[in-house]
């Protein structure tokens, strides 16, 4: 599929659009994790500024494969911590990671500041809900079995 086209056009105000920034509101208390969603929101910001579809279609990718990596990362630690959420949690992933897929799908069709509006939507949205309600359960529950030290050592 290309995912580069030519209906990528830059648009006036294109970096103008506003981006939530990552803050303490968003710690879930697992250095690792909190980390890998400090990320996204980088990512995001990182998508608003760019001028041109080559930049702005690489960070979707890195985006999307980030979506991935962080999911399975993060079921990861659900399996091991035994978590008693983890099917629920993870058709939340699965959702999203849907709504990813389909954007990149759908990008080339789109303009840059339409393509930068859908991050924001699903980034300043849907990650930041997820992050302060359902992961901020599981960290609860990581931290309640074991001790951040011990977290830390898994992401090494
Ligand atoms: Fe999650
Ligand atoms: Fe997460």
């Known amino acids: ?57 690489s960070t979707l990718r890195r985006l999307s494969d980030y979506v991935n990596e962080h999911f399975r990362d993060e079921e ?27 954007l990149l799908e759908t990008a080339q069709e789109l303009t840059l500041e339409e393509i930068a509006e859908e991050v924001r939507r699903l980034i300043n949205g849907w990650l930041s809900r997820h992050i302060m309600t359902v992961d901020q359960e599981l960290g609860t529950h990581i931290k309640t079995a074991e001790t951040g030290e011990t977290i830390d050592e898994l992401a090494r």
């Open 1 to 57: 599929m290309t995912l580069v086209s030519s209906s990528c056009t830059p648009s006036p105000g294109h970096d103008k659009r506003t981006y939530q920034e990552w803050s303490e509101q968003l710690t879930i208390g697992v250095p690792w994790i909190d980390g890998q969603h400090k990320h996204f929101f980088e990512l995001a910001a990182s998508i608003g500024r760019e001028q041109d579809e080559d930049s702005v279609m």
């Open 76 to 102: 990861g630690l659900m399996a091991l911590y035994e978590y008693p959420g983890i099917d629920a949690h993870r058709k939340l992933h699965q959702q999203f990671r849907h709504k990813v897929a389909d």
